[in-house]
């Protein structure tokens, strides 16, 4: 693909090292694990980051280990799901203006090529899973079917987005699971706040294609609610927000977590009064801003334990 075909897509980076340095060759393959748009890499480690730091209190040396590792995860699993949602989706992208510069509507990779990827970046997931305790890589295993039905779910609701926020927040139990063997509501409470989040980002980010998902007739948040936008996006922002408290409370963390979720608080206001559903860029731009909020929150657990 060339670089004048390129710039007209929003969702590709030309900036970006896998675009610049990769080989020719190499270069699909990156944007197929999505590697020039790393958001969707941080909104999937968060939450293993938040629930990894709830269970191991103020044991910071291995919450260094296990960032490192859930990361390395998170770069794997997201690049494999975002592999499989292009297999599937391949025939709408090709009809979206924003997605049919991807590689397999654009014919830079074939299908079986895509496959192969797909289950090579799993085998990275899959060692990762070895290092696991047997109940957290049991936890784990579960959100296979998440992954594997979400591309379908935009066929036939309107709520693809909350199967999204299941399978990206899965990471939620799996890391509470991992450094303590076990589960706690305090980590359940973090679950369900972090679906909410992500019906608040992935509602902002599907603004985007509105018009042409109408066309083609495939279902989203953004277009459910299309009339009353900022209502719903504050629900949902209340719903994080009341969760996450109840995590704190339940997990025992000090004033300093719930100074951190009033920042928290200020960055959803943020983005949702300033928000311009009929503005791409707009969207994006604030899409792009749950990085810092994910940030936000790991560091706000990591102080509630001060």
Not at 6 to 11: E, K, M, R
Not at 111 to 135: D, E, H, P, T, Y
Not at 149 to 176: C, D, H, I, S
Not at 190 to 216: E, F, H, N
């Amino acid at each position: 693909m060339t670089a004048e075909r390129t710039t007209s897509y929003t969702d590709i980076n030309q900036q970006h090292w896998s675009l610049r340095y990769l080989p020719p060759w190499a270069r699909p393959y990156g944007r197929l694990a999505r590697w020039d748009r790393p958001i969707g890499i941080w909104l999937l480690m968060y939450p293993c980051w938040w629930s990894a730091a709830l269970g191991t209190a103020s044991e910071w040396g291995r919450l260094v280990g296990w960032m490192a590792l859930f990361f390395i995860g998170a770069l794997s699993m997201r690049g494999a799901g975002c592999t499989w949602n292009d297999i599937i989706d391949r025939k709408v992208d090709a009809q979206v203006e924003r997605t049919r510069g991807r590689p397999l509507p654009a014919g830079e990779v074939t299908l079986r090529n895509a496959l192969i990827w797909m289950v090579l970046q799993s085998l990275v997931g899959v060692a990762i899973l070895f290092k696991l305790n047997k109940f957290a890589g049991g936890v784990a295993l579960l959100s296979l079917v998440l992954v594997a039905v979400y591309p379908t779910m935009k066929r036939f609701t309107y709520w693809p987005q909350v199967v999204l926020g299941l399978a990206f927040n899965w990471g939620a139990l799996v890391g509470y699971a991992a450094v303590t063997g076990t589960l706690s509501w305090a980590a359940a409470a973090l679950y369900v706040g972090g679906v909410a989040w992500t019906l608040v980002y992935d509602t902002v980010y599907a603004m985007q294609d509105q018009r042409d998902d109408a066309i083609i007739g495939v279902g989203s948040t953004a277009r459910r609610f299309a009339e009353a936008p900022r209502r719903w996006l504050t629900l949902f922002a209340v719903l994080a927000l009341v969760a996450w408290t109840l995590t704190g409370q339940l997990g025992g963390l000090g004033p300093y977590y719930f100074v951190g979720l009033l920042a928290i608080a200020l960055h959803f206001a943020w983005q949702i009064a300033l928000l311009k559903p009929g503005d791409p860029a707009d969207c994006l731009m604030r899409f792009k801003s749950n990085n810092w909020l994910g940030l936000l929150l790991t560091v706000a657990i990591v102080a509630g334990h001060l």
